[in-house]
């Protein structure tokens, strides 16, 4: 009898060991899917490439309802990007800070508008720097004919 016609035998028979060996199996099982899930997490459609592709309404893949759904599924989700600073400036007691991402077209120079509270951090930011950010996807903007440009709030500087 091997170990595993062993352990699929009647649960009130099975010794301290099987018990140990079969909870141990479903233990990394359970690990495997959690890592699995986290790891498709990471491809679930938050690169800058894929929101703006599903965003994008001129694309001509999109129709208007397609946008809507797929910002139901992006609206207030956390993103991590990099893209070039455009300008920086003061609005309301925080910074807006304008950035051009070089995979999508650019509207006045820009694709993405971020949104700072830590204004010193902002000040610091140079015209033409690269920049990798977190933030949450707060809104886009898009009319017929001109490119799409995606507003992050609570932007944070990353190392």
């Known amino acids: 009898m091997n170990c595993f016609s062993q352990i699929s035998s009647s649960p009130g028979r099975r010794s301290g060991h ?6 141990l199996l479903t233990c990394a ?3 495997c ?6 790891c498709s997490r990471k491809k679930d459609g938050l690169a800058f490439q894929n929101v703006y592709e599903q965003l994008d309404v001129n694309s001509g893949k999109n129709t ?3 946008v809507d759904t797929s910002w ?3 609206k207030g989700r956390q993103i991590q990007w990099q893209a070039k600073i455009v300008d920086v400036r003061s609005s309301r007691g925080r910074a807006e800070i304008f950035l051009a991402h070089e995979d999508a077209p650019l509207y006045r120079g ?3 508008v971020a949104y700072s ?3 010193a951090s902002a000040g610091k930011l140079r015209k033409g720097d690269v920049i990798t950010f977190r933030g949450n996807l707060s809104n886009y903007r898009q009319r017929r004919g ?3 440009v995606i507003f992050v709030d609570n932007l944070q500087l990353q190392q």
């Open 29 to 31: 099982g359970l690990l």
């Open 18 to 23: 099987q018990k140990t060996l079969l909870g």
């Open 33 to 38: 899917a959690l890592c699995l899930e986290g």
């Open 64 to 66: 208007s309802l397609n």
């Open 72 to 74: 139901q599924q992006f």
């Open 117 to 119: 509270y830590d204004i």
């Open 110 to 112: 820009y694709n993405i």
């Open 146 to 148: 001109s490119p799409l």
